[in-house]
């Protein structure tokens, strides 16, 4: 029995939903990650590649790693990074699993020009080995918050800037310490405002300090209007700070520098970085790092191990396929291109069902494209910023607003691609260009949209009694009651005939008897026209009289 429209459109979408979800839920075991265990056996020194920004792909590519090489009770696990930063969800997830690993973790800054930026430098920080490269740097890493600016690199935070500008509280102000006699006096209740008629008091010079902590007070207030996007800029940096001493704190390396790479970005070489005791050593290469960590003395959560990795091979581990498409789908770009095709196949399917294919690729685009934003730290005002906006330039087609509705669409989705993900995160920005790019590629299918409207007015109307005689039709198989149905003008018709049909007969409509055709063979000649009923005739009378002047 062949499948229906229907029926093979449903099949078709089935069976894309089914791929979709055997390729997101099959299990990893056919990736390199799965199979084995590093170093098991070998005494191989296995390593991880980190280069680009650091995201969920990264995260869930290093656990992986890390899972792998303690399984196989490998002797170290060496992380190569070249990274700008990224997100501070990957990046913390990153970090916990180095400090909770039972092995050695060496973060090793390479090859040559590379960098440990932003999340990078946490990561440098927590590792229990920081290695770098020649001509490598790290640092820069103030955090960028998501929604609110962040912090500007070079700008401590405000409550920082107040305590910098009040070197020392006079005595008797707000805050200040007691003096040593002055413990058990009660405090002294502040001044009354003197009258509005009283003279005003004659200035008096006041030592130096008294003028610098009067002249810090009276700044104050400027620095307490501050917009609460500079407090939670502070809280932020505040936080991050506090994360990257504690790290420092743990692994024994500069604190003075873990604090100023927060609040003022600070940066240091290779050379810089090994003079400051923020990292222990500097290697060409791989092969170099580990002949240098051999016989050194590590912590680790059992206790001291001591390294013995002179002479041992190395394993490079490769993203596997899961991991690799979930680096592309993490991308904010990807995400917005398959949101876009996500919206316009729903709308395409729902206007003109067809095959199913728009249909079936927009549920699949806009499923991968939530997904995607889930895995992202979006702003989802410009998400419902998008979605309007796009909704908007499809009504444009359909509504007279005289161009209202486009104008609005794109301009909204314009600012919600704007406001989609802070442009200031390392690796996941959406540049203006591609969302100024799929405004005009949505108002061009506006354009389209609407001159086939415009077209479709102009077309002579195919419906009605007139257009239905002597159109041609197609046999589509018997009904019931000695009918058949017939194709014409895309509409199913019941239809009866003088003579034996079969499907696929190609016949002529002759007459439309309420909601039936009368049909012929093509083939046949017309039916004759009826024809007209006869005049009615004369009944007797009276034979006309004629009257005078009249011609009888």
């Known amino acids: 029995m062949p499948l229906r429209p229907s029926r093979l459109r449903k099949a078709c979408a089935a069976t894309a939903l089914l791929a979709l979800l055997l390729t997101t839920l099959l299990p990893s075991a056919m990736s390199p990650l799965a199979g084995g265990s590093a170093g098991a056996d070998t005494g191989a020194v296995p390593v991880l590649r980190v280069d680009g920004a650091i995201g969920p792909a990264s995260a869930d590519y290093l656990h992986k790693g890390l899972a792998r090489a303690a399984a196989g009770a490998a002797p170290l696990l060496v992380i190569e990074l070249d990274t700008p930063g990224g997100l501070d969800t990957s990046m913390r997830a990153i970090i916990r699993d180095i400090l909770a690993a039972p092995l050695p973790v060496a973060v090793f800054v390479a090859p040559e020009g590379a960098r440990a930026a932003s999340a990078g430098t946490y990561l440098l920080y927590a590792s229990h080995i920081a290695a770098m490269a020649p001509a490598t740097n790290l640092g820069a890493a103030t955090p960028v918050a998501i929604g609110i600016g962040g912090a500007q690199p070079g700008r401590t935070a405000p409550r920082q800037e107040a305590d910098e ?38 200035p008096q010079a006041a030592p130096a300090g008294q003028e610098e902590a009067a002249g810090a007070r009276a700044r104050r207030p400027a620095r307490d209007a501050a917009p609460a996007a500079d407090a939670m800029s502070a809280k932020s940096v505040s936080d991050a700070a506090a994360y990257l001493r504690s790290l420092a704190q743990l692994r024994g390396r500069d604190v003075d520098f873990a604090e100023r790479a927060v609040r003022e970005a600070a940066s240091l070489s290779a050379e810089e970085a090994l003079a400051r005791g923020v990292i222990d050593l500097i290697a060409v290469d791989v092969a170099d790092l580990l002949q240098k960590l051999d016989g050194r003395t590590v912590s680790v959560l059992d206790g001291e191990r001591t390294l013995a990795t002179a002479g041992l091979a190395i394993e490079r581990i490769d993203p596997d396929w899961r991991n690799r498409v979930l680096a592309v789908l993490a991308n904010p770009q990807v995400a917005l291109i398959l949101m876009m095709i996500g919206i316009y196949g729903l709308f395409f399917e729902f206007t003109s069902p067809g095959f199913g294919v728009p249909g079936v690729a927009g549920a699949i685009s806009l499923l991968i494209a939530l997904y995607a934003f889930q895995l992202l730290p979006v702003n989802w005002a410009g998400v419902l910023l998008l979605a309007i906006g796009a909704a908007l330039m499809l009504a444009e087609a359909f509504l007279p607003s005289f161009g209202v509705l486009g104008v609005g669409g794109i301009i909204a989705f314009v600012v919600g691609g704007l406001f989609l993900i802070d442009s200031e995160v390392p690796g996941f920005g959406i540049p203006p260009a591609l969302v100024i790019g799929l405004a005009l590629a949505s108002a061009a299918i506006l354009l389209a949209i609407g001159s086939l409207a415009a077209r479709s007015f102009k077309r002579p109307v195919v419906s009605g009694r007139e257009q239905m005689l002597g159109a041609p039709a197609t046999v589509l198989g018997p009904a019931d009651a000695g009918c058949w149905w017939v194709a014409v003008h895309g509409e199913n018709w019941r239809a009866r005939a003088a003579v034996a049909l079969a499907a696929g007969d190609t016949v002529r409509v002759e007459r439309i008897d309420g909601l039936v055709l009368e049909v012929s063979p093509a083939g046949a000649s017309p039916a004759p026209a009826s024809a007209p009923p006869p005049a009615p005739a004369p009944t007797p009378g009276p034979a006309p009289t004629s009257t005078p002047g009249s011609t009888p």
């Open 165 to 202: 500008a009040t070197p020392e509280a006079a005595p008797g102000d707000a805050g200040a310490p007691e003096a040593p006699g002055d413990a058990g006096r009660a405090p002294t209740p502040p001044a009354p405002f003197p009258p509005a008629s009283a003279p005003e008091p004659r």
